[in-house]
């Protein structure tokens, strides 16, 4: 089965750094992915970590500890802009389906 | 290129009716699934396949229908609609292995 956890909301500073933690329990893992979703929209993939470490993509970092179950995203330089939903999201080995949480309400205050 | 693309993208409905959700992709993705996405929620899986001819249920199958005939499209059924099903309905594609999912824009759909 798929346990998979994240803060609901988070606040943070226009230029500031934040950092979004995710932590997860499934049967097979094949993957961790991260995505955008703006209110309205469909989700957006930002990230993805398969092996452990941290994974750099401009603004956006991801890192991962498989033996922990644990997961963050990172977003530097925060802009009004990344005010959005993030989603933790684990792929099954077996299966090859995306299991998500629950997403974290990011807000940026000026 | 079109990626993902659903239909429609909002709909109405009465409890009992039946309606198809449309999904193709054209990416030649292996890959394909059906989410519903309900406030505090999150995306919950309601079906899922690997290629033609093969699909399984994921957490939330009661109540939906999903056949695949061909690589491209992966349609979802409500066979008689009920006030719970009102919720945003997300396909997403992928390949098969660690590579991400594409999502279509979403359905709108609201039982009355």
């Known amino acids: 089965g798929q346990n998979i956890d994240q803060p609901t909301e988070m606040t943070a500073t226009e230029g500031a750094i934040v950092q979004i933690n995710c932590t997860y329990q499934?049967?097979?893992?094949?993957?961790l992915f991260w995505y955008q979703q703006h209110a309205g929209e469909a989700p957006t993939f930002l990230s993805y970590?398969?092996?452990?470490g941290l994974e750099e993509k401009g603004r956006f970092s991801s890192f991962l500890s498989r033996s922990k179950g644990y997961s963050y995203l990172l977003l530097k330089e925060l802009q009004m802009k990344d005010s959005a939903s993030y989603l933790c999201?684990?792929?099954?080995?077996?299966?090859?389906?995306?299991?998500f949480g629950t997403g974290t309400s990011l807000t940026v205050i000026p | 290129n079109a990626g993902v693309t659903q239909t429609p993208k909002f709909q109405v409905l009465k409890t009992g009716q039946s309606m198809t959700l449309q999904c193709a992709q054209d990416m030649n993705h292996e890959y394909m699934s059906w989410y519903r996405q309900d406030p505090g929620m999150g995306l919950r899986l309601i079906h899922y396949?690997?290629?033609?001819?093969?699909?399984d249920q994921g957490e939330v199958p009661n109540g939906y229908n999903v056949s695949r005939s061909t690589t491209e499209d992966f349609p979802l059924r409500l066979l008689s609609a009920a006030p719970s099903q009102t919720s945003v309905y997300f396909c997403?594609?992928?390949?098969?292995?660690?590579?991400?999912?594409?999502f279509g824009q979403g359905t709108r759909l609201t039982v009355v």
């Open positions: 499934t049967s097979g893992f094949n993957g």
């Open positions: 396949s690997v290629g033609a001819g093969i699909t």
């Open positions: 999201a684990v792929r099954s080995f077996t299966g090859n389906q995306f299991y």
């Open positions: 997403a594609s992928a390949l098969v292995g660690r590579t991400e999912a594409f």
């Open positions: 970590n398969v092996l452990d």
